[in-house]
């Protein structure tokens, strides 16, 4: 009889996680071949650019920071509103655009008007991930894309490289994420580069004292100033946000803050909180718990602000609304 109970718990605390608000791991039966479409599409992606790992995944996380995830992202400027794109944190940075729009394609081929964008979006930032070397999570289907965008929003809710701690932390918080979220989701930062003009300041007058930021260690400021010099024209140019394993998902990332050898100002911050600085000293040295709590965070992070059921609807081209 205990037995028995102990299997009728565990059947109901599945159903309930698989429930996971409307969401469902089965949502697209009629679409098996969903999962390896998208890790076909996504590997193509990325033989032909290993930057796009990176860039599918901001483009997830640059979308549920906005009104939820939603596909709002994703969506062209249209007469009755201004779409995404052009907001600070996304104009001529964010990337990826193309390849969820094949994937798209190849998705409508197989199962015609029955995957939604945004779910896309979301199983190609996994893919991304775990093609990269790093850990591999289940993720529950079944959310709709949005009928509009929030250019607003966009430019207020997004963290960026130039704000304390206390702000970034502040808007993880607006969206349900704790501190323990704001260190996980940093190690994105362990694959992919980033523009000059987002660390530039940290270089050669910071904050006022026309020296470098004293929490970047000396030579990695040094081979950065060569890379970025002092000129506008340096402000486009690329460096690896981890400059160990570019292209590999791994803890480097945390490696690098505790020998201050974080790029951005606000990567290194997380070593000047002493919670943030515990935590991010346990994922350099454990790396099996960044990611299993990297995986528990991207999955918090797929579940913001969620369409289901019967509102929003399944676009048919990811960057438009359907008429």
């Known amino acids: 009889m205990h037995q ?14 698989l429930a996971n608000g409307q969401l469902d791991y089965y949502y697209y039966s009629s679409c098996p071949n969903l999962p390896m479409i998208v890790r076909y599409g996504v590997w193509a992606a990325m033989k032909n650019d290993t930057r796009i790992a990176a860039s599918l995944l901001r483009l997830h996380f640059h979308d549920c920071f906005v009104n939820g995830c939603d596909g709002s992202v994703l969506l062209d400027d249209t007469k009755t509103f ?5 907001a600070g944190p996304n104009r001529n940075s964010v990337r990826g655009f193309d390849v969820i729009d094949n994937i798209k394609a190849d998705v409508e081929r197989a199962c015609p008007s029955t995957v939604s964008c945004v779910d896309i979006l979301t199983l190609a930032a996994r893919e991304a991930v775990f093609l990269s070397g790093g850990p591999n999570w289940a993720v529950a289907l079944g959310r709709r894309d949005g009928v509009t965008a929030n250019l607003k929003a966009a430019n207020e809710n997004l963290p960026t490289p130039f704000e304390p ?3 970034i932390t502040a808007k993880f918080a607006a969206v349900g994420l704790d501190l323990r979220d704001v260190v996980a989701l940093s190690g994105a930062h362990t694959i992919g580069l980033a523009q000059c003009f987002t660390f530039k300041n940290r270089l050669f007058n910071f904050k ?3 020296q470098p930021d004293p929490n970047l260690d000396s030579s990695l400021a040094s081979s950065l100033k060569t890379s970025c010099p ?4 340096s402000n486009t140019n690329l460096n690896s946000l981890d400059m160990v ?22 990567d290194q911050a997380l070593m ?3 919670q943030s600085a515990a935590i991010v000293n346990d994922y350099s040295m454990y790396p099996y718990l ?14 913001i602000g969620v369409i289901t059921g019967q509102n929003g609807q399944i676009r048919r081209k990811c960057s438009q609304v359907n008429l």
């Open 245 to 266: 394993t570019t292209y590999q998902f791994d803890n480097a990332y945390y490696k690098n803050l505790v020998n201050n050898g974080g790029l951005l100002e606000s």
């Open 230 to 233: 002092n000129v506008d024209k």
């Open 4 to 17: 028995k109970n102990t299997i009728i718990f565990l059947l109901v605390s599945l159903s309930s996680l």
């Open 165 to 167: 701690l206390a702000n």
């Open 290 to 303: 960044f990611y299993n709590d990297f995986s528990a965070s991207m999955v918090k992070l797929g579940n």
């Open 82 to 86: 201004k779409g995404e794109k052009k």
């Open 272 to 274: 000047g909180d002493p």
């Open 208 to 210: 006022g004292t026309g």
